[in-house]
C-alpha cells in the first residue's frame, strides 16, 4: 500500500510540473497573458491556474498586474507576465564567417549582443574558443541581468549533442572538437553548455518565435558558404540517435556532380550553395556577403549572367525540396541565411520545381518563405536550448539556482 501511495504521488508532481510548465512555456512564447488566456492555452481550470501562478510567483518567475478587463463578459482578469530577469541565459554562435554572442532573458527577451565578422578560415577549435571569450567578456561587461541558468552555443558542424563535440564542420575545418568541454572549461560557469547544429537551433527560433510560430511541421534550409538544414517533426527536432540529423545540405543530388568539403561528390550544398551561385555569375567562389550583394545588384540591373546563375541556384534549390516535401509533407519550408535574401528572385523558379516534381497533395499544403528572424536565428535558438531546461521544469531550475548563489558570477 506504501508503495502505491509514493507512486501515486510522484504522478501528481509529475502532472504539476508539467502544468507549471505549459504555463511557462505559454508565457515565454506569446509574452503577458490573462489568467483567462491560460486558461484558453492549457485547458486547466480557473482554480488551478491560480494556484501555479501563486507557485511561479513564489518562484519569483511571474509577476501578476492588476486586473484587467478585456472587451470580454464577466470578471476581469490578471494579466500574468514572466519576470525575464528570473533568469538568463548566453547564447553563442560560431558560424563559418563571423561569431556572437548575446545575454538572453526568459521570455526571449535580448538584453545584449555583439557579433563580429571574422575571415571565413580554418581557426582551431582553442583559438576560436578564446575570441568567443572576448566577445563574452565585451556583452557582459558591467551587466546585471539576471542569474545565469545556461550556455547555449550554435556552432556551423554536425554535433553529439550529448557532450557538445563537434563530429565535423568542414566548413571551419573541424573533426571531433570537444567544444562543449573546451568552453565549459575556459568560461568557468558551473552551468550547463548545450552545444548544438546551428541550423536547428535556428529552425527552433523560427519555430518559437519566426516565420514558423504556426506551423508544427517545417523545414528550415540556411544557406551560406555551407548548406544547412533543421526539420521539425509535430512539432519536435528531427534529431537522429546522436543529433545529426536533418543536414539536408549533404543529400547526394548530382552523381556527375562537383566534390563536396563533406568528402562525397554532388551533395546538393554543391549546388546551393553560395560557391556555385557566385562561380556560375562569374564571382570569385568566396566572395561572401559582398559578393552575393554585387550578384543581386547585378540581377535588378538586368544582368543576363546573374539572373541565370539565381534561375539555376533556384532549379537545383526546388528539385532538393520537391524530395523533402514528398518525404516530410511539411506546412512550411522556412529559406533562412542568406537564402533569405535570395528568396524574392528564386521565389518562382522554386514554386515552379515544386509544381513539376513533389507529389500534388503534400504539394498544396506547403509554402515556402524567407526567415523571419534573419541572421541571429541561430543565436536566438541557442538561447532557446539552454532555456529549455527551466521551461521543461521550472521548479527545479529555480531551485538550483537559488541554491547556489554563486552562479551568477562566472568570470
Ligand atoms: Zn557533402
Not at 114 to 136: C, I
Not at 217 to 232: A, H, K, L, Y
Not at 308 to 326: D, K, Y
Amino acid at each position: 500500500v506504501t508503495g502505491r501511495l509514493v507512486e501515486l504521488g510522484q504522478r501528481s508532481e509529475t502532472v504539476r510540473r508539467a502544468n507549471l510548465s505549459a504555463i511557462v512555456r505559454a508565457l515565454h512564447v506569446s509574452g503577458p497573458l490573462s489568467r483567462s488566456e491560460l486558461v484558453a492555452r492549457t485547458g486547466l481550470t480557473r482554480s488551478a491556474i491560480r494556484d501555479l501562478v501563486g507557485d511561479l510567483v513564489a518562484m519569483g518567475l511571474v509577476t501578476e498586474g492588476a486586473a484587467a478587463a478585456l472587451g470580454t463578459p464577466g470578471r476581469p482578469s490578471r494579466v500574468v507576465s514572466l519576470d525575464t530577469h528570473a533568469a538568463v541565459v548566453l547564447a553563442l554562435e560560431i558560424a563559418v564567417d563571423s561569431l556572437a554572442a548575446a545575454i538572453v532573458g526568459l521570455g526571449g527577451e535580448v538584453f545584449a549582443s555583439t557579433r563580429v565578422e571574422r575571415p571565413a578560415g580554418h581557426d582551431s577549435p582553442d583559438a576560436v574558443v578564446a575570441d568567443l571569450l572576448r566577445l563574452v567578456t565585451e556583452v557582459r561587461t558591467g551587466r546585471e541581468d539576471g542569474p545565469l541558468i545556461g550556455i547555449g552555443v550554435a556552432v556551423v558542424g554536425i554535433v553529439r549533442r550529448s557532450d557538445g563535440v563537434v563530429s565535423t564542420a568542414p566548413n571551419i575545418g573541424w573533426r571531433d572538437a570537444p567544444l562543449g568541454e573546451r568552453l565549459t572549461a575556459a568560461l568557468g560557469a558551473p552551468v550547463p553548455v548545450f552545444v548544438a547544429n546551428e541550423a536547428d537551433l535556428a529552425a527552433l527560433a523560427e519555430h518559437r518565435r519566426g516565420a514558423a510560430a504556426a506551423a508544427d511541421d517545417v523545414i528550415f534550409i540556411s544557406g551560406e558558404v555551407g548548406v544547412g538544414g533543421g526539420i521539425i517533426v509535430g512539432g519536435a527536432p528531427l534529431l537522429g540517435v546522436a543529433g545529426y540529423g536533418g543536414e539536408v545540405g549533404h543529400l547526394p543530388v548530382n552523381p556527375e556532380g562537383r566534390a563536396c568539403r563533406c568528402g562525397s561528390i554532388g551533395c546538393w550544398e554543391t549546388e546551393i550553395g553560395e560557391e556555385a551561385l557566385l562561380v556560375a555569375a562569374g564571382y570569385p567562389p568566396d566572395g561572401g556577403r559582398e559578393a552575393v550583394d554585387a550578384l543581386l545588384r547585378e540581377a535588378i540591373g538586368g544582368s543576363v549572367r546573374a539572373r541565370a546563375s539565381l534561375e539555376r541556384l533556384g532549379h537545383w534549390l526546388g528539385i532538393g525540396l520537391a524530395g523533402l516535401v514528398n518525404v516530410f509533407n511539411p506546412r512550411l519550408i522556412v529559406l533562412g541565411g542568406r537564402f533569405g535574401r535570395l528568396h524574392s528572385f528564386v521565389r518562382r523558379t522554386i514554386e515552379a520545381e515544386l509544381d513539376a516534381r513533389a507529389l500534388a497533395a503534400p504539394r498544396a499544403l506547403v509554402s515556402v518563405v524567407p526567415t523571419a528572424l534573419g541572421e541571429d536565428a541561430p543565436l536566438l535558438g541557442a538561447a532557446e536550448l539552454a532555456l529549455e531546461p527551466l521551461l521543461a521544469d521550472p521548479g527545479s531550475v529555480v531551485g538550483a539556482r537559488s541554491a547556489d548563489p554563486a552562479q551568477a558570477g562566472f568570470r
